[in-house]
């Protein structure tokens, strides 16, 4: 049997990796179904129009069309609690709340940029069109750019197992998903300058919420990228 709800895009996206986790928190059962980013099919961008990956449709609302679907991994995950409040993703309390959606919002921006549009997009979009790794942009934006991005959330933790305390939230997953997105091809922050972050990281990397599409990213990095790259150097 199909599941109802098919999410569009690939592994290899942070946010489709903070969606994944979500519906796997939930124990949602859901298909994937692969959008090609350098040509995306006109009947994908009708869905997504600022063509972006990923986006969902729930064919339980409509099976066809834009009816039934969602674009935007944020609205995609606020609509997963809504459909199915148990477990959490989100705080009850309001202050608590609105924190969680900042740092969501800090991971999604200014986590992604660096992360994923300065180390491991120069690296693998090269390798998917058959070029060279720009090592050079990779090398400057993990020395340069990523360092003040982990101090800020470092100081977060502070002792806690997660970033609002004793309990997961959005906040840890979409974090966690940008910080995959770097280890999977370079490794984790420096443990001696990142304790805190680097035991996180540990932590949701063995996270079953994780594995289903951690795998699907290791399969599919294998063919591409078998070392991690050292960009410390
Ligand atoms: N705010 C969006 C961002 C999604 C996003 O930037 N996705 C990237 C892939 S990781 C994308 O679709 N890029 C298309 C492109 O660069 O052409 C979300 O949370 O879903």
């Excluded at 002792?159 to 004793?166: K, R, T, V």
Aim: aromatic share 10%; hydrophobic share 45%; with cysteine.
């Amino acid at each position: 049997m199909t599941a109802s709800l098919i999410l569009f895009g690939s592994p290899l996206s942070p946010f489709q990796r903070k969606v994944e986790a979500v519906m796997a928190l939930k124990g949602l059962d859901y298909d994937c179904q692969a959008i090609n980013i350098m040509a995306m099919p006109d009947w994908y961008l009708a869905i997504s129009p600022l063509a972006r990956i990923p986006a969902l449709r729930d064919t339980s609302i409509a099976t066809e069309g834009s009816e039934g679907t969602i674009a935007d991994s944020s609205a995609i995950c606020g609509y997963l609690e809504k459909k199915c409040s148990a477990p959490a993703a989100y705080p009850d309390d309001p202050y608590l709340h609105g924190r969680a959606l900042w740092l969501e919002e800090y991971a999604d921006s200014a986590m992604a940029m660096a992360g994923g549009g300065g180390v491991f997009r120069p690296i693998i979009f090269a390798a998917m069109t058959g070029k060279e790794p720009d090592l050079d942009t990779a090398r400057k934006t993990w020395n340069e750019k990523l360092p003040p991005r982990w101090d800020y959330i470092e100081q977060h933790l502070d002792g806690q197992p997660y970033f609002l305390g004793d309990t997961l939230s959005i906040a840890d997953i979409s974090i966690a998903a940008q910080l995959m997105q770097t280890d999977l091809i370079a490794g984790p922050p420096d443990a001696a300058k990142w304790p805190a972050l680097a035991r996180f990281l540990e932590t949701m990397n063995a996270h079953e919420m994780f594995q289903r599409n951690l795998i699907a990213c290791q399969k599919m990095l294998a063919k591409m990228v078998p070392e991690k790259f050292d960009l410390s150097a």
